[in-house]
């Protein structure tokens, strides 16, 4: 079981905007910087976002952060078929000194 | 280009031990702290270990705490990882991560993996 709560799945059509939530504790989410990940099968994790709400150069702006208290979320707006993919939040955990993530999302284009 | 390549993973008996390295090219290495990551066939990431730049710091997950042992030779723009009395549920896909800047930070660099396989 991991330690941050993430929905197994969302979906949405073409065009529209889904939302990934990451709920956690006050000694991880609630105390620092949420990270989210995108991860195609077979391949390697890559940062989405960071610090919250920051996106690496080369990620498209339909992707944003948000966090308020013990929660963080995710948002794809104008979602598009190569969305498709799994989603991942990650924190660095004050109680535990280790970095937690959650159980992932898988994301459908409908 | 800033690059991650893992070796060393393969199939182990368990009980059994395995040494992985990670060579870092394209930046430079002794300034970042790095992570192992693993992820088991068909399920989630799960984060095994992180040291600092220097080595100062070293973390574990409590499910390798004691059998496996992180360390980096900067000299050599190596990452490794000594893992030992491996179990079954230790399968896994193993990816070495840079730090984005500090330990805090996301993961921004990844591997393309290793395989480990413990089975009899």
């Known amino acids: 079981q991991s330690v941050l709560t993430q929905p197994p799945s969302a979906s949405g059509t073409p065009g529209q905007r889904v939302t990934i939530s990451c709920s956690g504790s006050?000694?991880?989410?609630?105390?620092?910087?949420v990270n989210w990940y995108q991860q195609f099968p077979g391949t390697a994790p890559k940062l989405l976002i960071y610090?919250?709400?920051e996106r690496p150069s080369g990620v498209p702006d339909r992707f944003s952060g948000s966090k308020s208290g013990t929660s963080a979320s995710l948002a794809i707006s104008g979602l598009q078929s190569e969305d498709e993919a799994d989603y991942y939040c990650?924190?660095?955990?004050?109680?535990?000194?280790?970095?937690?993530f959650g159980g992932g999302t898988k994301v459908t284009v409908l | 280009e800033m690059q991650l390549v893992e070796s060393g993973g393969g199939l182990v008996k368990p009980g059994g031990s395995l040494r992985l390295a990670c060579e870092a090219s394209?930046?430079?290495?002794?300034?970042?702290?790095m992570n192992w990551v693993r992820q088991a066939p068909g399920r989630g990431l799960e984060w095994v270990s992180s040291?600092?730049?220097?080595?100062?710091?070293?973390y574990y997950a409590d499910s390798v705490k004691g059998r496996f042992t992180i360390s980096r030779d900067n000299a050599k723009n190596s990452l490794y990882l000594e893992m030992n009395s491996l179990r079954v549920e230790d399968t896994a896909v193993y990816f070495c991560?840079?730090?984005?800047?500090?330990?805090?930070?996301?993961?921004?660099?990844w591997g393309q993996g290793t395989m480990v396989t413990v089975s009899s």
């Open positions: 006050s000694s991880s989410v609630g105390s620092n910087s």
């Open positions: 990650a924190a660095w955990d004050d109680s535990l000194n280790a970095w937690v």
């Open positions: 040291i600092t730049d220097s080595g100062t710091y070293i």
């Open positions: 394209g930046f430079s290495f002794r300034s970042y702290s």
């Open positions: 610090s919250i709400d």
């Open positions: 991560a840079r730090c984005l800047v500090a330990l805090y930070d996301g993961f921004n660099i």
